[in-house]
């Protein structure tokens, strides 16, 4: 397969052309998994899969995390359809607040946050709705020797209050008094609405990676001020343009991406433009254990 990858920048993505029964053919599994670890993000151009392809694909990588529509014998579909037409999504405008802040998928749980996530293009917005990626492996072995290790010691408080702020910094109490109350709904549902992480997450690997976001509350046990100066400043750090790729989407694009080795977020588009997406996750498998809780 080797042959057939083709980075997309230096630092992350590679995109892979190949005909859809190679790529659903369980024996690419492994190879694609190791491109994956390696390249962050990969693009299987215009492809064209069907849910049913996409789904085959996904679980021959993993175990797919239902998000899709509720069936009527209680289970839940695999694909979830990601669109602001109100009449498919009636939370449209919220989703969108919610995914152009930069984000690793799933970080208020306990649990492993979801390992990889793939997206199918449907249909196009004719301006925006461009997805971007950063490499927060790359983010972490470019600090310089000495904040690497200070970084390590350090923990982070995750919240879905900190998600909702970072795109309503002045809410109305009546958003706060809903903020609380869907926190309330997922602790309830057996979810976390708060969890604390490691900033610097040691992967089984071996290799690091920073641990950040839109739903970084503070940094636990110092002033908030030099908390906020300090993900401000990370965060720069980590979305910096050499680390970065930006994807322009062509119809029956396949993207996947490394959700435990890169952050992501949308370029806002208009809610009526159409822009359509078919998506799948699979479970996580790795909990974000610090350098200090690994051994
Ligand atoms: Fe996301």
């Known amino acids: 397969m080797s042959g057939r990858v083709v980075p997309l920048t230096p630092r992350i993505g590679a995109k892979i052309p190949m005909r859809r029964e190679e790529l659903l053919d369980p024996s690419f599994a492994d190879e694609c998994l190791a491109a994956l670890e390696r390249y962050g993000v990969l693009l299987f151009p215009q492809i064209g899969l069907s ?23 209680g289970t839940q579909e695999a694909v979830y359809k990601i669109t602001l037409d109100p009449q498919e999504n009636p939370s449209g405008a919220e989703y969108l607040k919610a995914t152009i802040a930069w984000h690793i998928d799933g970080l208020f749980d306990d649990g492993p946050p979801a390992k990889a996530t793939m997206l199918s293009a449907r249909r196009l917005s004719a301006t925006g709705g461009q997805t971007e990626f950063c490499n927060t492996y790359a983010a972490y072995e470019d600090l310089p020797e000495a904040e690497r290790q200070h970084y390590e010691s350090l923990r982070v408080v995750h919240s879905l209050e900190a998600s909702n702020r970072s795109t309503n910094p002045n809410p109305t109490p009546e958003e706060q008094a809903s903020w609380h109350a869907a926190e309330a709904r997922r602790e309830r549902s057996g979810r976390r609405g708060r969890s604390e992480h490691p900033l610097v997450w040691r992967h089984r690997s071996g290799r690091k990676s920073l641990v950040l976001g839109m739903t970084v509350d503070h940094v636990a046990g110092i002033p908030e001020a030099e908390s906020r100066a300090l993900i401000e400043t990370l965060t720069a750090h980590a979305t910096r343009p050499e680390i970065v790729y930006r994807h322009e989407w062509q119809l029956g694009d396949l993207l996947m991406w490394d959700n435990c080795g890169v952050m992501h977020r949308a370029i806002p588009y208009p809610p009526d433009s159409g822009r359509l997406m078919h998506r799948t996750t699979l479970y996580g498998l790795e909990r974000i254990e610090g350098v200090q809780s690994a051994s």
């Open 51 to 73: 849910d049913e392809d996409q789904v085959t694909f996904s679980k021959n990588l993993g175990e797919i995390i239902p998000m899709g529509p509720m069936r009527a014998d």
